[in-house]
């Protein structure tokens, strides 16, 4: 008899680094224990704006008063194995958006922010894909706005390249 065990019995200790590490970078998340909409637990709230290691572009904040993505995360009953799912509350991408990889959307409408399976580590860090999704809705309204035709490859979480696209528009 096969008696499926979830994750975070069976990881305990990931259990309590998560619970650790996720309030720290992002204190706005609110841990979601197991329910029916979210089977193996999660997180649900708003992500820092700009919390990258370099300096946030003149004016960002007036460019989006609400803070950064909204987000639901939902642990995958094979977590730590396999990542999280990522969900954008706000802003939701529309339904043509998931069926263009240029936007980074799965077409669950969940984020897909590894250019491949192999890029997760079971080591690493939710916050590291919580950084992943920061960038991507800054992204995300840069390509709303037309200032970019597609998302960046690496993301604007190391790379300052697009970083002049929100400071110019804050002047406009």
């Not at 250019?115 to 992943?132: D, F, I, R, Y």
């Amino acid at each position: 008899m096969n008696i499926l065990i979830p994750w975070f019995e069976d990881e305990p200790k990931r259990l309590q680094r998560d619970r650790e590490e996720v309030p720290m970078f992002a204190p706005e998340l609110t841990f979601v224990e197991p329910s029916t909409n979210a089977p193996s637990g999660g997180w649900a709230g708003r992500l820092p704006l700009w919390p990258f290691d370099r300096p946030e572009p003149e004016g960002l904040s007036a460019q989006f008063p609400d803070g950064g993505l909204e987000l639901e995360v939902h642990y995958t009953a094979a977590y730590p194995m396999v990542p999280p799912d990522l969900w954008p509350v706000t802003p939701e991408p529309e339904l043509s958006e998931r069926s263009q990889a240029v936007w980074h959307v799965l077409p669950s409408g969940a984020l897909c922010l590894m250019q491949s399976v192999g890029q997760w580590h079971p080591e690493a860090s939710l916050t590291e894909l919580l950084l992943k999704a920061a960038a991507w809705r800054l992204e995300y309204a840069l390509m709303k706005r037309g200032n970019l035709s597609r998302m960046s490859e690496s993301g604007i979480v190391s790379n300052a390249e697009h970083d002049h696209l929100f400071a110019a528009s804050s002047h406009e």
